[in-house]
Each structure stands twice: as structure tokens, then as C-alpha cells.
């Protein structure tokens, strides 16, 4: 008897059946219908979970495969950082060697500085679902390490006792080297931009500031670049010279840019161009050509040669001057050897005119003629003084001066030229005080004044007025002449002339310019009264107008007012040093003098003059058969006088050998001009005296006496 099966479990169509059964009678044909589509309902259902299981199947073997084959390393981590799952990249990238670690956990993995990040990328994907670490560094085998982005998401499932999450590791190595290719790149582009930057702001500063005018134009010849060199050089601002032709500042630019395009650069030369007035200019120009494939930049630089010309007519100015100058040098030059032959003349004049004075006895009818030649003889010896100190450039000398005086004398040398059609009028204060000067310049400057005065009139007739007072100029004035405030005398010459124009009037003072013509003046005359002012401290005022005449007036710093003692006291001290005649001593006769000179008068003229104080005289005009006496006779001789500037023969020679020959005998040293440096070699050789020619006969012989006795006593 088979045993009956343990009850099966009754479906619930069944159950629901049975508990129909209990229910009222059922028909058996409903109940056989209702068992048919359940069956079929539940045939449906099993379709779809047949089709549902396998989609599921295919979807976890796609996701297998997917997780398997996918070109990242993927992980499934779960919160106690457990790998529960990994791919065979992520098992290569973290184990790349089978003696490396395990990848059983995550974090072991995670180098020290990023591992909270981690942590803290997995707290918030529990909470948001998803996370991402950026440039996580993992450490790989041994002493590997990757840089790579962590991307975490938080898997669902029904339980959320342990959160399980998917991670992705994101090699960043290629990425970081291409982000850092890109990085230096962007480096080199910015700083590429620096230099262009850069770059360009020095050309425009060299373009701003460069001397020369520089215009860019484009291939219509429009203006693109106006430097502010060219805005001042053409008078026209920047921004109206842009977008202008060329040819507005350039007329002939066009046809000389269309010859000049076959090469790079070009220069041009001089060409005449336009500022914006129409005002025309002398530039220098060259251009340079530049072509680019947005059209041609053309670069015109243009140079003023204003300036230039200006500079070689000045140049051309200043070498006739110094030709001019040359020219006067030679003749101070002339001028210093005829005064010093004149010298000698003027010696011989004055010496027998003192000897002639002693001859005609203090009572003779002649002794009125002979003093007005030795008067004449003296102004003669101021003037030849003047002419040295002009042609060797002596320093002045200062002494207290009467302008009155020096009027005066002016006035007589003029009168001897004055042109019978001018007339010449002095007003003169008896008041005007003293000024220190050196009045052998004084006279120059206002005889020089004079002169031009006269000469302003021609032919014409006219008044010549000369004027002097004592001022004190208004501040106004002294601001105007640069004097200083205080008493002057002020010195005026008036003419009624052709008068000068202001053009005139700013050149008047310049050496060597002159309205005069060829041949007629130097243009120094009124330089020299310039110079004069100058070093007088004193200034030159000037009013003149074209037919109104001339008024020159001369402001010399006058002096304190002194007494008559400290008037004497100044000229003692500014007067030559002149010691007094000594009465002829008997211990000097009959001692024997040489005499040297080149000039046989002088020679005749000295040896009468001592001679008849009691001297024993021998005279040589030649110093070589001097030289060759004294070799011969050296004893015989109480003093040696030697003039200085001898033909082929300097006396300060003739004073060494006459020291070398016989060292105890004096010697004075003659000459018409001595110098500091004359002076100084001559004391160095040992010459006892100088003596100034020409000089007076008293002076020679109190001088020979002085030498004689002082040796004597020696």
C-alpha cells in the first residue's frame, strides 16, 4: 500500500477552491474555466521572470565584462575599506609585480598627505552618493608612486549596514604632463607677449623721443605715425598730422618714395619740406621700406638741417675771425717790435734832450722848447707802453684817474683829425670823482668812441658831445647792466649821426663785425671798450635809433672820497718806484762801466750822459766782442748794463757768461718791456737792477751809482 505524500503546500487558487467548496455549489464548468486562466496567468508570470532572470544574467555579465575589460582600475570598496571586488587593471596598477602587496584594502595604498582627503571623499559619498579626490598619490610597489583622481560612488542595496562603493582611479600622469606642457606653454605665450609688450613699448618710446622726425605712411602714403619730434619740426599736433598725406609736409616725397621701393632703405638727402603753416624747411631724409601681408609700411626719418647751416655759417663766421685774429696777432706782433726799436729811439731823444737842457743853462730861451719835447718825448713813451701792453697782453695797471683829465687829452688829439663839417662840445663836472683805472685803456675805450662818433656823421655835418658827471644809477639801471649799487662816473658820447637799427645794436660788441666798409675798419674798436668795461667792473649803455644819433655812455665805479693826504698817499703808492739822485759821490768816480746795447745812438747817448757824472764808460753795440772784452779784461770793469732784446743774442747770455767769467761783478739788465718772467730769469742769473727804457738820465745814472757803491761795500 503506497503511502500517502505529505500534503503539499495548496496554492492559493486552490485553497481559494476549496473554500469556494465550502461555499454554496459552484458549477463544475466555472470552476474548470477559472482553473484554465489562472493556469495561463500563472504561465505568463513565469515568462516574465524567465525573461527578467535573464536580463538579469546579461546585465551582470555586462557589467562583469564591462568591470573587467573597462581601461580604468576599478574597485568595489565597502566601508571598512575592504576591496571586495577589483578589475585586472586595477590588480596591474596597484600589484604590478607578484612580490608587491595585495590589493585587499584601499588606504594602505593612499600616501600620508592625501589620506584624509580620501576619508573625507568617502563620508561624503555615503551621504551625497558620489565623491571625487583630485590628485590623490598612491604609492606603488616598492618606491612607485601614481597621481591620479579617485572617483567614488556609493552602490545601493538593501541593507545599508555596510555601504559598499564603486572607485575608479583616473591616472593622471599623462594628464599632468600634458596639463604642465600646457601650463609652460601658456608660460612662454605670456611672456611672449611680455617681450612683444615690451618690445613695443621701446619702440614707441624711442620713436617718442628720438631727435630726428619720424613719419610712418601706409601704402597710400597716408600718414600712420607723427612722432613729437616731427609735431614740433612741422608746428602740427599729432592728431591732425594723422590720416594726411605725405605730401603735405613732403611735395616731392611721392615721386622720390616711387623711385627708391626696389630695396629695403634709401636715403634721400637734402629735400625742402613744409611745416603746417607753409613755412619752408631744409631736411636731411631717408626712408626704409617694410612690406608685410597686411600692405607696406614705409618710415620716413627727417633731420632739421637748420640747425646745421646755422652752425656752418657760424663755422664760416668764426674762421674769418680767427683769420681776422691772426691777422691782428701778426700785427700786435709788428706793432711790439717797431715799439721796441721806437724805444730805443725815444731813449736817445729824451737823453739829449736832458743833456741839451744842462748845455743851454736853466736861463737859455731854449729850455721852453726843450721841455715841450721831452713832454711830447714822454706821451710818445706812454704810447709805445700802450702798443707793448696791447701786442703782448700786459695786465692793466690801476691807478687813481681823473676822468677830466683824460677828456681832455682826448679832446687835444682828436682836434688834430676833426673833420672841418663836425663840431666837438665838452661838459665836463668839476664835481666827477676819481675812479681807479688804468688810463691808458680809459683813453683807448672813449678815444675809440669818439672815433666811431665822428665817422657816424660821413660827410654830413653834426656835433660830437662828450659828458661826464658823478651818478648814482636808479636800480632799475643796475639791474639792466648788472652794476652794483653806488657812485659811478659816468662817462657820454653823443653823436648826431645815422644812428643804428635794433638788429645793429645787438651786435656792436662782437669782435671784428662792423658796418663799416672793406678796408675802412676791424670791428674791434667797440670790442675793446667793451672789454675795457668790463674789466674796470664798470658797464656800457647804448641808445640808438636810425637818423636820431648814437648816445654811448660808460659807468665806471668811482672811488670814496679821500683827502688830499690819502690822495698823495694813493698816487705815491700806484706811482712808478723811483728812488731819489744821490749827489756824485767821489767814491764812484772815475769807475769803470760797460755799456751793451744794439742801437749805436743809445750806445753814444749813455756814454756822454755817465761820462759827464764822472764815470769811465766803454759801450758795445756788438755783445760778442762785449762778451770777448770781458774774457779779456774782466778786472778792469766795476759794472756790466746790457740791454735785454739784442739781434741773434739774448742778455740774460751775456749776464750768465759775464757770472761765469767774473761772478762778483754787477750787472743791471735793460729792456722796454719787462715781464714777470723776464724779471724772474733775470734775478735767477743774478742781475742786481732792471731798468725800464726808455728812462730818464737821472734814473740811469742813480741806478749805476746805486750798483757801484753797494758792491763796493760788499
Not at 132 to 151: C, K, N
Given at each position: 500500500?503506497?503511502?500517502?505524500?505529505?500534503?503539499?503546500?495548496?496554492?492559493?487558487?486552490?485553497?481559494?477552491?476549496?473554500?469556494?467548496?465550502?461555499?454554496?455549489?459552484?458549477?463544475?464548468?466555472?470552476?474548470?474555466?477559472?482553473?484554465?486562466?489562472?493556469?495561463?496567468?500563472?504561465?505568463?508570470?513565469?515568462?516574465?521572470?524567465?525573461?527578467?532572470?535573464?536580463?538579469?544574467?546579461?546585465?551582470?555579465?555586462?557589467?562583469?565584462?564591462?568591470?573587467?575589460?573597462?581601461?580604468?582600475?576599478?574597485?568595489?570598496?565597502?566601508?571598512?575599506?575592504?576591496?571586495?571586488?577589483?578589475?585586472?587593471?586595477?590588480?596591474?596598477?596597484?600589484?604590478?609585480?607578484?612580490?608587491?602587496?595585495?590589493?585587499?584594502?584601499?588606504?594602505?595604498?593612499?600616501?600620508?598627505?592625501?589620506?584624509?582627503?580620501?576619508?573625507?571623499?568617502?563620508?561624503?559619498?555615503?551621504?551625497?552618493?558620489?565623491?571625487?579626490?583630485?590628485?590623490?598619490?598612491?604609492?606603488?610597489?616598492?618606491?612607485?608612486?601614481?597621481?591620479?583622481?579617485?572617483?567614488?560612488?556609493?552602490?545601493?542595496?538593501?541593507?545599508?549596514?555596510?555601504?559598499?562603493?564603486?572607485?575608479?582611479?583616473?591616472?593622471?600622469?599623462?594628464?599632468?604632463?600634458?596639463?604642465?606642457?600646457?601650463?609652460?606653454?601658456?608660460?612662454?605665450?605670456?611672456?611672449?607677449?611680455?617681450?612683444?609688450?615690451?618690445?613695443?613699448?621701446?619702440?614707441?618710446?624711442?620713436?617718442?623721443?628720438?631727435?630726428?622726425?619720424?613719419?610712418?605712411?601706409?601704402?597710400?602714403?597716408?600718414?600712420?605715425?607723427?612722432?613729437?619730434?616731427?609735431?614740433?619740426?612741422?608746428?602740427?599736433?599729432?592728431?591732425?598730422?594723422?590720416?594726411?598725406?605725405?605730401?603735405?609736409?613732403?611735395?616731392?616725397?611721392?615721386?622720390?618714395?616711387?623711385?627708391?621701393?626696389?630695396?629695403?632703405?634709401?636715403?634721400?638727402?637734402?629735400?625742402?619740406?613744409?611745416?603746417?603753416?607753409?613755412?619752408?624747411?631744409?631736411?636731411?631724409?631717408?626712408?626704409?621700406?617694410?612690406?608685410?601681408?597686411?600692405?607696406?609700411?614705409?618710415?620716413?626719418?627727417?633731420?632739421?638741417?637748420?640747425?646745421?647751416?646755422?652752425?656752418?655759417?657760424?663755422?664760416?663766421?668764426?674762421?674769418?675771425?680767427?683769420?681776422?685774429?691772426?691777422?691782428?696777432?701778426?700785427?700786435?706782433?709788428?706793432?711790439?717790435?717797431?715799439?721796441?726799436?721806437?724805444?730805443?729811439?725815444?731813449?736817445?731823444?729824451?737823453?739829449?734832450?736832458?743833456?741839451?737842457?744842462?748845455?743851454?743853462?736853466?736861463?737859455?730861451?731854449?729850455?721852453?722848447?726843450?721841455?715841450?719835447?721831452?713832454?711830447?718825448?714822454?706821451?710818445?713813451?706812454?704810447?709805445?707802453?700802450?702798443?707793448?701792453?696791447?701786442?703782448?697782453?700786459?695786465?692793466?695797471?690801476?691807478?687813481?684817474?681823473?676822468?677830466?683829465?683824460?677828456?681832455?687829452?682826448?679832446?687835444?688829439?682828436?682836434?688834430?683829425?676833426?673833420?672841418?663839417?663836425?663840431?666837438?662840445?665838452?661838459?665836463?663836472?668839476?664835481?666827477?670823482?676819481?675812479?681807479?683805472a688804468d688810463a691808458v685803456q680809459v683813453q683807448q675805450a672813449v678815444l675809440n668812441l669818439c672815433t666811431n662818433a665822428i665817422q657816424a656823421h660821413g660827410d654830413q655835418r653834426g656835433v660830437v658831445s662828450i659828458e661826464l658827471a658823478g651818478v648814482e644809477p636808479d636800480p632799475r639801471l643796475c639791474d639792466r647792466l648788472s652794476l652794483a649799487p653806488g657812485g659811478y662816473a659816468m662817462l657820454t658820447v653823443l653823436d648826431s649821426g645815422k644812428g643804428m637799427d635794433?638788429?645793429?645794436?645787438?651786435?656792436?660788441?662782437?669782435?671784428?663785425?662792423?658796418?663799416?666798409?672793406?678796408?675802412?675798419?676791424?670791428?674791434?674798436?667797440?670790442?675793446?671798450?667793451?672789454?675795457?668795461?668790463?674789466?674796470?667792473?664798470?658797464?656800457?649803455?647804448?641808445?640808438?635809433?636810425?637818423?636820431?644819433?648814437?648816445?654811448?655812455?660808460?659807468?665806471?665805479?668811482?672811488?670814496?672820497?679821500?683827502?688830499?693826504?690819502?690822495?698823495?698817499?694813493?698816487?705815491?703808492?700806484?706811482?712808478?718806484?723811483?728812488?731819489?739822485?744821490?749827489?756824485?759821490?767821489?767814491?764812484?768816480?772815475?769807475?769803470?762801466?760797460?755799456y751793451v746795447d744794439d742801437d749805436h745812438a743809445l750806445v753814444f747817448l749813455v756814454e756822454r750822459v755817465l761820462r759827464r757824472r764822472g764815470f769811465r764808460v766803454s759801450g758795445f753795440s756788438d755783445p760778442n766782442k762785449a762778451a770777448a772784452e770781458l774774457r779779456a779784461n774782466a778786472g778792469a770793469y766795476d759794472l756790466l748794463v746790457t740791454d735785454f732784446n739784442m739781434p741773434g743774442y739774448c742778455g740774460v747770455d751775456l749776464v750768465r757768461e759775464a757770472q761765469?767769467?767774473?761772478?762778483?761783478?754787477?750787472?743791471?739788465?735793460?729792456?722796454?718791456?719787462?715781464?714777470?718772467?723776464?724779471?724772474?730769469?733775470?734775478?735767477?742769473?743774478?742781475?742786481?737792477?732792471?731798468?725800464?727804457?726808455?728812462?730818464?738820465?737821472?734814473?740811469?745814472?742813480?741806478?749805476?751809482?746805486?750798483?757801484?757803491?753797494?758792491?763796493?761795500?760788499?
Amino acid at each position: 500500500m503506497r503511502q500517502s505524500s505529505p500534503p503539499a503546500l495548496v496554492p492559493s487558487a486552490q485553497l481559494s477552491l476549496a473554500q469556494d467548496s465550502l461555499q454554496p455549489a459552484y458549477p463544475v464548468h466555472q470552476l474548470i474555466q477559472d482553473l484554465r486562466n489562472r493556469q495561463a496567468e500563472l504561465e505568463s508570470q513565469n515568462k516574465v521572470l524567465r525573461y527578467s532572470q535573464a536580463a538579469s544574467e546579461a546585465a551582470s555579465e555586462r557589467f562583469e565584462t564591462l568591470f573587467s575589460s573597462v581601461p580604468l582600475a576599478l574597485m568595489v570598496v565597502d566601508d571598512h575599506d575592504m576591496v571586495v571586488q577589483s578589475n585586472a587593471m586595477a590588480q596591474r596598477l596597484f600589484q604590478p609585480t607578484e612580490r608587491d602587496r595585495p590589493l585587499h584594502f584601499l588606504m594602505p595604498f593612499v600616501s600620508p598627505g592625501c589620506t584624509e582627503q580620501v576619508r573625507q571623499a568617502f563620508r561624503e559619498a555615503r551621504v551625497d552618493g558620489h565623491c571625487e579626490a583630485t590628485e590623490v598619490v598612491f604609492s606603488i610597489g616598492q618606491d612607485g608612486a601614481m597621481s591620479g583622481d579617485l572617483h567614488i560612488a556609493r552602490l545601493e542595496s538593501a541593507s545599508d549596514a555596510i555601504a559598499q562603493y564603486i572607485c575608479a582611479v583616473v591616472d593622471q600622469g599623462p594628464l599632468l604632463a600634458e596639463r604642465r606642457a600646457l601650463q609652460l606653454s601658456a608660460s612662454a605665450l605670456r611672456q611672449r607677449n611680455e617681450q612683444l609688450r615690451s618690445s613695443e613699448s621701446r619702440l614707441e618710446a624711442i620713436i617718442n623721443s628720438a631727435l630726428d622726425a619720424i613719419i610712418c605712411v601706409d601704402k597710400d602714403q597716408y600718414i600712420t605715425v607723427f612722432n613729437p619730434t616731427a609735431a614740433v619740426l612741422f608746428q602740427c599736433p599729432p592728431e591732425q598730422a594723422l590720416g594726411s598725406l605725405l605730401t603735405r609736409f613732403f611735395p616731392d616725397a611721392g615721386h622720390a618714395l616711387a623711385l627708391n621701393q626696389i630695396s629695403t632703405q634709401a636715403f634721400l638727402g637734402e629735400m625742402t619740406a613744409l611745416t603746417a603753416s607753409g613755412k619752408r624747411l631744409s631736411v636731411e631724409v631717408s626712408v626704409s621700406f617694410e612690406r608685410h601681408p597686411g600692405g607696406e609700411t614705409t618710415t620716413v626719418f627727417a633731420r632739421d638741417l637748420t640747425s646745421r647751416k646755422r652752425a656752418e655759417v657760424q663755422r664760416s663766421v668764426l674762421e674769418a675771425q680767427l683769420r681776422e685774429s691772426q691777422k691782428m696777432q701778426a700785427v700786435g706782433t709788428m706793432a711790439g717790435g717797431i715799439a721796441h726799436d721806437f724805444n730805443n729811439i725815444l731813449s736817445a731823444i729824451l737823453g739829449n734832450v736832458e743833456l741839451a737842457k744842462e748845455d743851454a743853462g736853466p736861463n737859455s730861451p731854449a729850455q721852453v722848447s726843450l721841455h715841450e719835447i721831452d713832454k711830447a718825448g714822454r706821451r710818445a713813451r706812454d704810447l709805445v707802453r700802450q702798443i707793448l701792453t696791447f701786442s703782448r697782453n700786459e695786465a692793466p695797471r690801476r691807478a687813481p684817474v681823473a676822468l677830466a683829465e683824460l677828456v681832455f687829452e682826448t679832446e687835444r688829439l682828436l682836434r688834430v683829425t676833426l673833420p672841418p663839417a663836425v663840431e666837438l662840445h665838452l661838459h665836463i663836472d668839476p664835481s666827477t670823482p676819481l675812479v681807479m683805472a688804468d688810463a691808458v685803456q680809459v683813453q683807448q675805450a672813449v678815444l675809440n668812441l669818439c672815433t666811431n662818433a665822428i665817422q657816424a656823421h660821413g660827410d654830413q655835418r653834426g656835433v660830437v658831445s662828450i659828458e661826464l658827471a658823478g651818478v648814482e644809477p636808479d636800480p632799475r639801471l643796475c639791474d639792466r647792466l648788472s652794476l652794483a649799487p653806488g657812485g659811478y662816473a659816468m662817462l657820454t658820447v653823443l653823436d648826431s649821426g645815422k644812428g643804428m637799427d635794433d638788429d645793429t645794436l645787438l651786435r656792436i660788441f662782437e669782435p671784428f663785425f662792423t658796418t663799416k666798409e672793406v678796408g675802412q675798419g676791424t670791428g674791434l674798436g667797440l670790442a675793446v671798450v667793451h672789454g675795457v668795461m668790463r674789466s674796470h667792473a664798470g658797464a656800457v649803455d647804448v641808445q640808438s635809433a636810425p637818423s636820431l644819433g648814437s648816445r654811448f655812455t660808460l659807468y665806471f665805479p668811482a672811488m670814496e672820497p679821500v683827502t688830499d693826504s690819502d690822495f698823495a698817499a694813493l698816487l705815491a703808492v700806484h706811482a712808478p718806484e723811483t728812488e731819489p739822485v744821490p749827489a756824485a759821490s767821489e767814491q764812484v768816480l772815475g769807475k769803470h762801466v760797460m755799456y751793451v746795447d744794439d742801437d749805436h745812438a743809445l750806445v753814444f747817448l749813455v756814454e756822454r750822459v755817465l761820462r759827464r757824472r764822472g764815470f769811465r764808460v766803454s759801450g758795445f753795440s756788438d755783445p760778442n766782442k762785449a762778451a770777448a772784452e770781458l774774457r779779456a779784461n774782466a778786472g778792469a770793469y766795476d759794472l756790466l748794463v746790457t740791454d735785454f732784446n739784442m739781434p741773434g743774442y739774448c742778455g740774460v747770455d751775456l749776464v750768465r757768461e759775464a757770472q761765469r767769467i767774473r761772478p762778483d761783478l754787477p750787472v743791471a739788465l735793460a729792456s722796454g718791456y719787462i715781464t714777470a718772467e723776464i724779471e724772474q730769469s733775470a734775478i735767477a742769473e743774478g742781475v742786481k737792477a732792471l731798468i725800464h727804457k726808455p728812462n730818464d738820465v737821472e734814473e740811469l745814472c742813480a741806478t749805476v751809482q746805486r750798483l757801484i757803491l753797494d758792491n763796493a761795500a760788499a
